[in-house]
């Protein structure tokens, strides 16, 4: 029989709507799951049992009094520490702000309240969302569902584990270098990475920085695109927010991939990528790439990524993190401390040349979508690694020079400002799970999210490609 919190949340929403699924029953199903699996993984970090359960009651009684109900209403909704959550411990992984317990809510945070998701707990993230693994110094490690000797990976490592174990139908999370696909992608769940300002966040200390967003997660491309149309508002604190969610459609129907271009990369000819992985991605690839128009072996041109990459995040962690680095030092992780390091030897010649440098590669990748309408590329460069390891420190026996090279595969294409799909794939060579990345430039959101859906549907009805499920289940 299957439990309330084994739902997809699309469905559980339409069952809420009509009456057939009590939001009180849905919510104590996911805190039971919590209970069940969460000291194995340590996913979620901080839950007000008590105050979750009244906004259940809540949501419950609206449902019976014919109040008007949002898109989300009666979901439970898992919340990534970076973001302010009212009355609920917000620590941003950092020692700094252990005992933070906000007055308000983020911008990311009300939009989902505003849409009747229940505001249901805090998931893991490393310090500051600064690296591809999910631990820090307040909570500790969270654990992959699928082995839990290895990394679920990071920023958004606690969402993506606690959505392949049903803890809850939806979370947030948000992406830099990867922070949300490659999470997504260890986990065997979906992830959705949006164009600048599609869902608005106000909180930033770098206003204008197209590179870091926000965007939903779920255990497939409905219910994370069902998160992302709640997310979608305009709101002008943001300066890239120009969108609202009215010309969005209800859900998505797919589009007609034999009408569609299709480029395939291993490696997006920049990106150290084990050997074992791009065999992987061939296999993967072999497996649906008839169904498209076409589909060629090819990718932009993204020049000197990696240098530029490291400038332009160098500069950002500075504005961001230099105030805690001079003043809580002893308090911060490595991850934090090394990027802002970095980040003040670089010259404003460093940081000009690096802006200079990105326009071209941006140039470079809306000129190659004039041939082809998505990118497929792996979600990640290795299978999921121990979690005692802070970070893919090799890769084929060649060292890497930073902690964030083996996350190339992300931020090669974050660079050029894009919007991102991270699908389930199946297992790779070590019975892990394998995701896939599918790119379109910023401005090609629901585009990209109907040839997702379309893909999802191809992919859900092999066998070596369906999304794989834990053994915690």
């Known amino acids: 029989m299957t439990r309330p919190c084994d739902l997809d949340a699309t469905e559980a929403r339409k069952l809420i709507g009509n009456k057939q699924l009590s939001p009180l029953e849905l919510t104590k199903s996911c805190i039971e799951q919590v209970e069940k699996i969460n000291p194995s993984i340590n996913a979620v970090v901080a839950i007000d049992k008590d ?51 906000p007055d308000n809510d983020d911008s990311v945070v009300k939009d989902i309240r505003d849409e009747g998701g229940i505001i249901f707990c805090k998931t893991n993230t490393p310090e500051f969302g600064a690296g591809g693994n999910t631990k820090n110094k307040v909570y500790g490690a969270t654990l992959n ?41 260890f986990c065997g769940v979906t992830g959705f990475r949006p164009s600048p300002g599609l869902v608005p966040a106000t909180e930033a200390s770098v206003g204008l920085n197209p590179f870091s967003v926000q965007g939903p997660m779920g255990r497939n491309v409905s219910d994370t695109y069902l998160l992302l149309k709640a997310q979608v508002n305009l709101n002008r604190m943001d300066p890239f927010s120009s969108f609202d969610s009215l010309s969005m ?100 010649a460093d940081v000009s040349w690096a802006h200079v440098m990105q326009t071209k590669i941006y140039k470079n990748f809306r000129n190659f979508f004039k041939e082809y309408d998505v990118l497929i590329c792996p979600a990640a460069s290795v299978s999921p690694y121990p979690h005692e390891q802070l970070f893919v420190d090799e890769i084929n026996g060649e060292k890497m020079p930073t902690y964030m090279r083996w996350l190339s595969l992300s931020y ?59 053994k915690l289940l």
């Open 145 to 185: 569902p699928f082995d839990t000797n290895k990394t679920p990976a990071g920023s958004s490592g606690g969402s993506a584990a606690a959505l392949a174990t049903n803890m809850m139908p939806l979370a947030n999370g948000s992406d830099y270098g990867g922070s949300l696909r490659t999470p997504a992608g």
């Open 249 to 348: 459609p209800d859900e998505l129907l797919g589009s007609d991939l034999s009408k569609i271009r299709m480029s395939f990369s291993p490696d997006l000819g920049c990106a150290p990528v084990d050997k074992n992985i791009k065999a992987t991605f061939f296999k993967k690839v072999e497996t649906f790439k008839n169904n498209f128009y076409k589909a060629d072996q090819c990718e932009p041109d993204f020049l000197d990524i990696h240098n530029c990459f490291e400038i332009i995040r160098g500069f950002n962690y500075v504005a961001s993190h230099k105030e805690k680095l001079d003043n809580y030092r002893d308090l911060l992780g490595p991850n934090v401390i090394d990027n802002v390091e970095r980040g003040l030897q670089y010259s404003l």
């Open 51 to 101: 105050e979750v359960i009244k906004q259940a009651k809540k949501a419950e009684n609206d449902v019976m009094t014919g109040a008007e109900l949002g898109l989300l209403h009666g979901l439970p909704i898992g919340i990534k520490d970076l973001n302010l959550t009212m009355n609920l411990r917000s620590t941003s992984g950092s020692k700094i702000f252990e005992n933070r317990i």
């Open 412 to 470: 090669a294409s974050t660079m050029a400002v894009p919007c991102v799909w991270a699908l389930p794939c199946g297992l790779d060579h070590k019975e892990m799970p394998f995701g896939i990345q599918l790119i379109a430039p910023a401005g090609n959101d629901l585009e990209l999210s109907e040839i997702a859906k379309s893909l999802e549907t191809v992919l859900t009805k092999n066998e070596s490609t369906k999304r794989p499920l834990p």
